[in-house]
């Protein structure tokens, strides 16, 4: 692999340099962690700051990817965490332990269709888990998708380039489009539509009328809220809009940042793991389940999660601010604890998010904003004044920066490329942000 640190990297120094070329050597992916993700080595974070090698300091306004609603090394998990590996050893030689059912107990508290659940590690492990319950307690193979659920084979139908030559065939991309869900489903019996929320794209009444002809063609209604269970809503985005699935995948925000997924829903379905074998040995382990029960007890009462939406809304307006003042075609937009920032001009995007990098604010073209309750109002005030900097320095680099000011357009376009909508589906159902 080439050792050359790509164009978009912000090396500081010679040190950071070496780190970024020692990472590339062993195991960095130039165009999976570097291009696509942060061109940083980092060595620690806390709250809503990390730090790279060069000790240079950064805010995220990611989570984690997620992972951190309440940011990272939140003291009371991190405490409940250490304190039950020195009293149980970490890990026990049986799959049952007090957390693990503890945890299960307050899941189906927070989210009334979680009769049962089976735990994991990874937001991929857990919807392929889902489909395969699905496909065992149906009998049928023939699964609909449409969006990100993660690296396993069954789901790469939409990136074929990407996927093994004889991976899953029986997977099936319809792409957000109803009338192609539809098509699909009557002309072989599905076993099950699994589905992430695209919630700043489609609104509740898509996902209702999703649910409508899912059951209609008999098929079980799986809704991936890895990303959304903890972010949209407590009870997760299917509760706030009134879904009924069958099942839901959880991960993103359940432990804090440990590595805990779940499969959750009716109990029926999920017994159908007695049919196939889903054992995991490190569902033995017992740190993430004590995480994630401190994590939820945090998230309890509401005040992490408002505190996210306020932080969003502040990014929104200074964003959305610092475009029209520079009259550049560029939304911020949607739910606030997981907002989209699209821009008409697809590469004046990317370069200014790299110049937001070089400036210390971890934001990424085609990635959510997904800020943690840890962000302070100053680490707000001070990403919007560095993008009224970031944005011309980003138009200066730009040989033209004409584009259209369609928002429709740009939607179409950002959805497709980054969780393969058809365009149909985004024209009817998109609800373009309104104009500065």
Not at 297 to 306: I, P, Q
Request: net charge negative; glycine share 8%; aromatic share 10%.
């Amino acid at each position: 692999m080439s050792t050359n640190i790509p164009s978009g990297t912000v090396a500081a120094s010679d040190r950071h340099r070496s780190a970024l070329g020692r990472a590339l050597r062993v195991t960095a992916s130039e165009k999976w962690d570097l291009n696509r993700r942060f061109p940083v080595v980092m060595t620690r974070a806390s709250g809503a700051h990390v730090w790279d090698t060069n000790e240079k300091q950064y805010v995220d306004f990611t989570s984690c990817s997620g992972a951190a609603p309440l940011g990272a090394g939140y003291e009371p998990v991190v405490a409940h965490a250490a304190a039950e590996m020195r009293r149980t050893g970490g890990i026990l030689p049986g799959p049952l332990s007090v957390h693990r059912v503890e945890l299960a107990e307050r899941l189906a508290e927070i989210f009334p269709i979680a009769e049962r659940t089976m735990f994991f590690r990874t937001g991929s492990c857990a919807t392929s888990a889902a489909v395969r319950l699905a496909r065992a307690f149906t009998g049928v193979n023939r699964v609909l998708t449409s969006g990100y659920h993660g690296w396993h084979d069954w789901q790469l139908q939409d990136r074929p380039g990407m996927g093994l030559p004889n991976r899953d065939r029986d997977s099936l991309d319809f792409r957000y489009h109803l009338d192609l869900l539809d098509e699909f489903a009557s002309i072989e019996r599905v076993a099950a539509v699994i589905v992430t929320p695209e919630v700043n794209f489609f609104p509740p009444d898509y996902h209702q009328e999703l649910q409508r002809l899912v059951h209609r063609h008999g098929a079980l209604l799986i809704i991936d809220e890895v990303m959304t269970g903890f972010r949209y809503a407590f009870g997760g985005y299917h509760g706030a809009v009134g879904l009924a699935p069958d099942l839901i995948t959880l991960s993103k925000g359940l432990a804090n940042g440990m590595a805990l997924s779940a499969v959750a829903g009716r109990a029926d379905v999920l017994s159908a793991g007695e049919k196939t074998y889903m054992g995991n040995t490190y569902q033995r382990e017992v740190t993430p389940f004590a995480a994630a029960l401190s994590t939820l007890e945090a998230l309890r009462d509401g005040t992490a999660l408002a505190r996210m939406r306020e932080v969003g809304e502040q990014l929104i307006r200074g964003l959305n601010a610092v475009f029209a003042n520079r009259q550049v075609a560029a939304w911020a937009f949607a739910w606030p604890t997981m907002f989209d920032v699209v821009f008409a001009n697809a590469e004046l995007g990317q370069m200014f998010f790299q110049q937001m990098w070089a400036r210390g604010f971890l934001m990424q073209y085609g990635g959510r904003f997904m800020p943690s309750a840890a962000v302070s109002n100053a680490d707000v005030k001070a990403a919007v004044e560095a993008a009224a900097e970031a944005l011309p320095a980003a138009q200066s680099q730009l040989d033209s920066c004409d584009d259209e000011h369609d928002p429709l357009a740009a939607a179409i376009r950002f959805a497709g490329e980054h969780f393969v909508a058809s365009p149909e589906a985004v024209r009817r159902w998109f609800i373009a942000p309104a104009q500065g």
